[in-house]
């Protein structure tokens, strides 16, 4: 069982270019989200999807978009980097949202330059 | 923002003692999660407390939550060098529009062999 999978593992950009996270989970979960993570900080939502076709906005949704097409995959897309996106990403998924224990991914680390 | 504050910021202690961490938080919640982190790595679910719980167990984990001060407390006993990691309080706040947990910043601990 892969749990919740992230690709790529770092990831190094620069300023202006796009790219697009995955994130897939094999648990059939309907809660997914996206968190960024920065040094001496706790984890801020970016976006969420409570099911497939269903997204919204977190905490910091902005320069960043989401989709979900299935109930496996949730990718997070960059629109156009910015050094201020520099930080560790994980994808997270739970079977019952906020009730229940959430499975993480093992992050993407992204260096904008 | 932050609802959970997680106390100490950083701890320190050998191999075979307990250690305390602390999470207090500002509004009322449904649940309190806690998750331990690998350095460099996802976090890892431990353990989840409802509102009208005090006191739950898992293994060498105990956690309590007291409401009317707003905090929960994670003790690991008999501590081990593979318990070094960070730790996180998430909290579900009570009738929260916006469906997102909300994470502290964590303590790091450290434990010397």
């Known amino acids: ?39 001496g900080m706790g984890l801020r939502l970016i976006h969420y999807s409570v099911g497939a076709g269903i997204t919204d906005q977190g905490e910091v949704p902005n320069g960043y978009n989401v989709s979900r097409s299935t109930t496996e995959d949730f990718p997070l897309r960059l629109l156009s980097a910015a050094p201020s996106q520099t930080s560790v990403y994980f994808c997270a998924s739970s079977d019952r949202g906020l009730n229940t224990e959430a499975f993480f991914g093992q992050g993407t680390r992204l260096t904008v330059v | 923002s932050q609802q959970g504050e997680e106390d100490p910021q950083a701890l320190s202690i050998q191999e075979g003692e307990n ?60 501590s081990r060098a593979a318990d070094t990691a960070s730790y996180f309080c998430a909290t579900d706040p009570y009738m929260d529009s916006n469906y997102q947990l909300i994470w502290g910043a964590g303590t790091k601990l450290i434990i010397k062999p």
């Open chain 1, 1 to 39: 069982n892969a749990g919740v999978t992230q690709t790529p593992k770092f990831q190094v950009l620069k300023t202006g270019q796009s790219m697009t996270l995955q994130c897939a989970q094999d648990m059939n979960h309907e809660y997914m989200s996206w968190y960024r993570q920065d040094p």
């Open chain 2, 19 to 78: 250690a305390t961490m602390n999470c207090s938080y500002k509004t009322s919640i449904n649940n309190l999660q806690w998750y331990r982190q690998n350095s460099g790595r996802g976090l890892v679910h431990l353990i989840l407390i409802r509102s009208n719980e005090r006191e739950k167990h898992s293994g060498r984990l105990r956690v309590t939550l007291d409401t009317s001060k707003k905090s929960s407390s994670l003790l690991i006993t008999a």
